[in-house]
């Protein structure tokens, strides 16, 4: 079973590649292949003969992609669909990662795998295109849809992990000034560890027991970025300070949605998000 993920020096690719270890695994970067070479990401693909391909790139400037949203979709959407179709014709299978932000937000409940999609930012704009090009690439395989998976998107949220910048080390890195930190206090989705989340894209993917779709996955609860950021200090024991604010108070280039908590209705759960966070904190000592 030959492995290959892309995007490996990036947050999650860098723990995907140690959760598959014990696998054939192949990792490769940005400089060993732009996904948006359609020629040279068909050549490396025929070259390896993944079994499974392992999609961790984006492009991931959520306020970026406002102002180059023609370089986001170049990466989000159309590269993700020259991967699909270069995935179909080796017979392999991918698994791609989507966003929590390809949903508007107005819900008040958690998002369901088949709810409908209606981002309102440009990174979620190009992840929804990403989602819908392997959709197409899924749907003109037809009748011959094989009963095991081939095309997952996974959809995941707030991701933090031991390789790459996130909310959890921004926290701890201004922790320690004197004044209070500002933190959002009314938009609310669900804090994922990384490792979880290979962990379970492992399972999933060697299973060969679900079928291609979208799937959900990230660690259990919803909270705010407010809350979030109070557990932070809270078991970290570092002594930030944090008072909570609104979004209209804290400015952003890029609208991010309210609410955005993702329901996972289709595999087993992971654990809760301060579960989660309390193991990653004890990682990062280590
Ligand atoms: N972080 C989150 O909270 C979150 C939430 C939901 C979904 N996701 C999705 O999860 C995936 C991984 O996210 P992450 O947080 O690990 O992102 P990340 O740390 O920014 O890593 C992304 C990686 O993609 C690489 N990359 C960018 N453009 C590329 C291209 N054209 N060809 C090949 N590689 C390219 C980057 O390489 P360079 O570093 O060399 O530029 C980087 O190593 C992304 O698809 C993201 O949209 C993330």
Redesign the pocket.
């Known amino acids: 079973m030959r492995v290959l993920i892309?995007?490996?020096?990036?947050?999650?690719?860098h723990d995907m590649e140690k959760v598959f270890v014990d696998t054939d695994v192949i990792a490769l970067?940005?400089?060993d292949?732009?996904?948006?070479d359609k020629e040279a990401v068909f050549e490396k693909l025929m070259t390896i003969a993944p079994d499974i391909l392992i999609?961790?790139?984006?492009?991931?400037d959520v306020d970026g992609a406002e102002k180059d949203e023609e370089k986001a979709n170049?990466?989000?959407g159309y590269?993700v669909g020259v991967l699909a179709r270069a995935c179909r014709e080796i017979d392999a299978t991918l698994v791609h990662?989507?966003?929590?932000?390809v949903f508007h937000g107005d819900k008040k409940r958690g998002y369901n795998e088949d709810d409908s999609i209606n981002p309102i930012n440009a990174y979620g704009r190009s992840?929804a295109l990403g989602e819908q090009l392997i959709l197409d690439e899924m749907e003109s395989i037809g009748a011959d849809t094989p009963k095991e998976g081939k095309f997952f998107i996974i959809?995941?949220?707030?991701?933090y992990?031991l390789h790459?910048?996130?909310f959890v080390e921004t926290m701890l890195e201004l922790g320690n000034r004197e004044e209070p930190l500002r933190v959002v206090d009314d938009q609310f989705g669900k804090p994922t560890y990384?490792l979880d989340l290979c962990e379970q894209v492992k399972w999933l993917a060697l299973s060969h027991e679900y079928p291609s779709g979208i799937y959900h996955v990230t660690n259990e609860g919803a909270t705010t970025w407010f809350r979030f950021a109070k557990k932070i200090f809270e078991l970290s024991k570092v002594r930030g300070r944090v008072i909570p604010c609104t979004t209209d108070e804290f400015k952003r280039p890029a609208r991010r949605p309210k609410f955005s908590a993702l329901t996972n209705n289709m595999l087993p759960k992971l654990r809760p998000w301060e579960e989660a966070l309390a193991d990653y904190l004890r990682s990062r000592k280590t």
Do not use: A, P
Request: charged residues 15%; aromatic residues 12%.
């Open positions: 892309l995007g490996k020096n990036g947050m999650l690719g970067s940005f400089l292949l732009d996904i948006t999609n961790c790139t984006g492009y991931t170049e990466v989000n590269g990662f989507s966003s929590d932000y992840k959809r995941t949220s707030w991701l992990g790459g910048k996130n990384t």
